[in-house]
């Protein structure tokens, strides 16, 4: 679908006015922006102590001053116990390594978690989440996106809530790992919140309704004037297809990018530098050319903590930029 010069003027419009973080990389064009998604933190989930506390520490100890606020790490911890990315016993799942949701029937006792979370977001009121967005300021720290579980079971009150947090956190962008379906059925919310929407694919090339190539991205692109890619470099280069091009081409409508490395052919998660993810390449066009892009560090090999990985992460990156 084309936009209507109304439409692409307000979608202009609306990244000027996005997260703090976001708007600041816009200013500083030759620096690039690097920040954490939250996810990285998982191995946090279970131990003692206020999660944002813990994450707030972790950004600190790394030297990192963006998130992308993944929302499992803001829910009640208990709620992500037996989830298929957590980390049990200290190692992460099958599920985690190889980077992509797992696919067939879940267990019985996943219903009743998604129950819980269903509950919870319908219930916790907004100051819960202005106080998150409050404490990551005060620290120094910007909630660039928050990244909501956007699934297909979604009530219309779960998709309304989700954007209403998103701006209580203080930001304008939300993120979701989502589908084709999903998406155009969220376009409204998108509209009515002014709030831009960051698609997230995965590597699943065996159904269409999933975010994974080119083409589906840019099918997600035309249903929305608010609508922007969450670009997972891993996941897209282990699809098979060439993460620098696909950037030179849509660079305009990324609003921020999963730097992670993985192989290719739906291959496992790997220590920077030692998959087939062009990291490098990726970092310096973007510094290159000065596109206003945050870049988010996504640990999810298996290593150690997340604060010892981060740092590994963080060199890598600034090696490869010197």
């Known amino acids: 679908m084309k936009l209507s010069r109304r439409e692409f003027g307000l979608g202009a419009a609306l990244l000027g006015m996005g ?6 990389s816009r200013r500083s064009a030759a620096k690039l922006q690097l920040g ?10 279970q131990t003692p102590g206020d999660m944002i506390d813990k994450m707030i520490a972790g950004c600190r100890a790394v030297g990192l001053s963006s998130v992308e606020l993944f929302e499992p790490t803001i829910q009640p911890s208990a709620f992500s116990l037996d989830a298929p990315w957590a980390i049990v016993a200290g190692k992460p799942t099958e599920a985690s390594l190889y980077g992509r949701p797992p696919e067939g029937p879940k267990p019985a006792s996943a219903q009743q978690v998604r129950e819980q979370v269903r509950a919870w977001r319908l219930n916790t009121p907004m100051s819960y989440f202005a106080a998150i967005g409050a404490r990551f300021r005060a620290a120094g720290i910007a909630v660039q996106a928050f990244n909501f579980g956007l699934k297909e079971d979604c009530t ?18 939300m993120t979701a790992s989502t589908t084709l379906k999903m998406a155009e059925r969220t376009a409204p919310f998108a509209a009515r919140h002014r709030v831009i929407l960051g698609l997230h694919g995965h590597s699943n090339l065996h159904d269409p309704n999933q975010f994974a190539t080119p083409e589906s991205f840019e099918k997600g692109l035309a249903m929305s004037p608010f609508y922007r890619i969450n670009f ?12 620098p091009a696909f950037l030179e081409k849509h660079h305009e409508k990324i ?18 530098g030692q998959g087939d993810t062009p990291i490098r390449d990726v970092v310096r066009m973007i510094a290159r050319h000065g596109w206003a892009i945050p870049a988010m560090l996504e640990y999810e090999y298996a290593g150690a903590d997340s604060v010892t990985e981060l740092r590994r992460m963080k060199d890598y990156v600034r090696a490869a930029l010197a």
Do not use: C, W
């Open 19 to 24: 997260a703090p973080a976001f708007a600041a």
């Open 36 to 45: 954490v998604q939250t996810y990285s933190f998982r191995d946090m989930l």
């Open 156 to 173: 219309d009150a779960e998709v309304e809530r989700g954007f209403a947090m998103t701006r209580a956190l203080g930001t304008r962008i």
């Open 232 to 243: 997972d470099i891993g996941h897209f280069v282990a699809a098979g297809f060439d993460a």
């Open 255 to 272: 609003v921020s990018i999963h730097l992670k490395d993985r192989k290719l052919h739906e291959g496992a998660n790997t220590v920077f």
